[in-house]
């Protein structure tokens, strides 16, 4: 009675006569009432633009106003009064970072107003861009196209201490970033406890400083994984810098290091290898493993002389030992990359295994096993994504160390000593945490939990690095047998991560692991060289199967770089 039986109009598009005229156009097909009556023939044009703004527009446009309207508001009030500003801006270099402090130094680049026009008492914006002297990693080629995302060298805060000692951010902006880092890095770097996080971050007028940094950390991660504040990203970058630096340089006590400086550091080098450049990842990176050193992370668990024990909640106490396995993790990625030497010692590790997601965010903390005992144990149970992830890096480098130490053997006697057994107990355990991701992650869940896809990328990747030894041995009349069982199981390995990588477009490429285009470039490789050594012995139809899971890695590689720049470096060693 109050509403319409039937819609106010057919659906589909009204044709191009009624919209010339502007008349309400019936929409019947072949030929509308309007265009019947007139004996013209009726046109329909599908494929128009849909009208409205972009999804994500809205927000980015908001975000511009109000950076916008800060800068207009700090400039009037530089004009009213240039005394206090300059006395403000000649002590910001003694004092500490604050997120409620009103200053007026800083300005972003302005998106609307050329450089030129801006006032003449406006502070001057930071410049972005390429510098011309940057030196370049042995692993980025001189041919390689510089990409839109590399940021210029952040601000140093001895050169330029009021450059970024503060940015507007809005407080809706704040909140969106927050919740984007739990949305999309939290998955992939699971170190923080959400309740816990929250409380301190909520309570802004008595936050310290490390916390403060690792605050900026977060917003700048979550500004990686989001084209919606791409516009404010390299200025949250600059100012996380800068307040990094700012710690080590106000530390008054030499023994003094906090976790959250620590967590900062990991989320910023994850950042710099997504966003920046493979060497500034690489030198963050150094500085994290010395961090963790220094607060012996790898240590936590280790039994304590009586009158000594940790008196530290158990939440905070995992939170530490999810930072250390996230700094081993980082330690053996970068390793695998180029087959240099690990920092972080696997025989000196005390800490125990991240426990269960589940019961870390109740704050419920049992005890996990140790990672030497896990790894001996034949146990089918589950681990916690970032366990299992630990795992099978660690079978992965170990896998190197294995290459390592037969280079070695071959180089000082004729015969390697235990290759052998060594080889059969890396597949042998390999093949366990497999069975055991199976059982416990079935195919039909692993879409949905971005950690545990990588971990089956690092186990299929494992399985292409132990083909690769097998086959350096071939040509020291290794059993012909044993070289063509390994590259039939690194061949279903590649397929295994194409097929993955597939899987994950469903829940965007925004939420994969920083160092999954490693595990696409070793699975494209490996299929690349399958094709070369059986040339001419596969049939059509294997070959073209061989052939699609080549092109849909390099496709998914290809979709990657435009949110990470290691996507990009490896796409180049493909060609």
Not at 351 to 364: S, V
Not at 391 to 399: F, K, N, Q
Not at 513 to 525: I, K
Request: glycine share 4%; aromatic share 10%; hydrophobic share 35%.
């Amino acid at each position: 009675m109050y509403g319409r039986a039937e819609p106010r109009q057919q659906p589909g598009y009204a044709c191009e006569e009624c919209r010339k005229k502007k008349l309400r156009c019936d929409r019947q097909r072949p030929q509308c009432g309007a265009c019947a009556n007139a004996q013209i023939p009726c046109e329909v044009n599908d494929r128009r633009v849909p009208r409205g703004p972009k999804k994500g527009s809205i927000g980015a446009l908001r975000s511009r106003i109000a950076v916008a309207l800060e800068r207009r508001l700090s400039t009037s009030q530089s004009e009213d009064n240039p005394v206090t500003d300059a006395h403000e801006a000649g002590s910001a270099e003694d004092s500490p970072i604050k997120d409620n402090a009103t200053t007026t130094s800083f300005t972003l680049p302005d998106w609307d107003v050329p450089q030129q026009e801006l006032p003449p008492n406006t502070a001057m914006p930071l410049t972005w861009g390429v510098p011309e002297t940057v030196p370049q990693s042995p692993l980025i080629f001189s041919d390689l196209p510089a990409l839109s995302t590399t940021a210029a060298p952040y601000p140093s805060p001895r050169l330029s201490p009021t450059s970024t000692s503060d940015i507007f951010i809005a407080d809706l902006v704040k909140a969106d970033l927050t919740q984007l880092y739990f949305d999309r890095v939290h998955p992939v770097v699971p170190i923080f406890n959400k309740p816990k996080t929250f409380k301190w971050m909520n309570d802004g007028n008595n936050m310290s400083e490390p916390r403060q940094c690792l605050q900026y950390a977060m917003w700048t991660s979550a500004t990686a994984f989001s084209s919606q504040f791409f516009g404010i990203q390299e200025a949250i970058y600059a100012k996380t810098r800068c307040m990094l630096d700012q710690l080590d340089l106000n530390g008054n006590d030499s023994l003094t290091c906090h976790i959250e400086h620590v967590q900062s550091w990991i989320l910023i080098t994850f950042y710099e290898f997504a966003k920046t450049n493979y060497r500034r990842g690489w030198i963050s990176a150094g500085r994290v493993f010395r961090l963790v050193q220094f607060l012996k992370l790898y240590d936590l668990d280790s039994p304590k002389p009586l009158g000594l024990d940790n008196e530290e909640d158990g939440v905070s106490l995992e939170e530490k030992r999810r930072t250390f396995w996230m700094a081993y993790c980082l330690d053996r990625f970068m390793s695998v990359i180029e087959g240099a030497p690990m920092t972080l010692s696997e025989e000196l590790v005390y800490t125990r295994l991240p426990c269960l997601d589940a019961d870390f965010e109740r704050g419920l903390v049992p005890q996990e096993s140790f990672l030497a005992e896990t790894m001996s144990s034949a146990d089918m149970r589950p681990y916690a994504p970032l366990a299992e992830c630990v795992i099978l890096v660690t079978i992965c480098s170990r896998a190197l160390s294995h290459r390592q130490i037969y280079t070695i053997e071959t180089l000082y006697s004729n015969i390697p000593l235990d290759f052998s057994s060594r080889h059969d107990w890396l597949d042998g355990m390999l093949t366990r945490r497999i069975n055991s991701l199976q059982l416990n992650h079935p195919s039909l869940t692993v879409a949905d939990n971005p950690m545990i896809t990588f971990s089956y990328m690092v186990a299929h990747s494992t399985v292409i690095y132990l083909c690769r030894i097998v086959e350096a041995l071939s040509r020291n009349d290794q059993n012909q047998s044993v070289v063509w069982d390994f590259q039939e199981r690194g061949l279903w390995a590649a397929r295994e991560i194409a097929r993955l990588a597939k899987e994950h477009e469903h829940l965007g490429y925004f939420k994969a692991h920083t160092f999954m285009p490693l595990t696409l470039y070793l699975g494209a490789s490996r299929l690349a060289r399958h094709l070369e050594l059986r040339k001419g012995e596969l049939d059509a139809g294997e070959a073209e199967d061989i052939k699609a899971a080549l092109h849909s890695s390099i496709e998914s590689l290809q979709k990657l770089q435009a949110v990470n720049n290691l996507a990009s470096y490896y796409l180049h060693l493909l060609q």
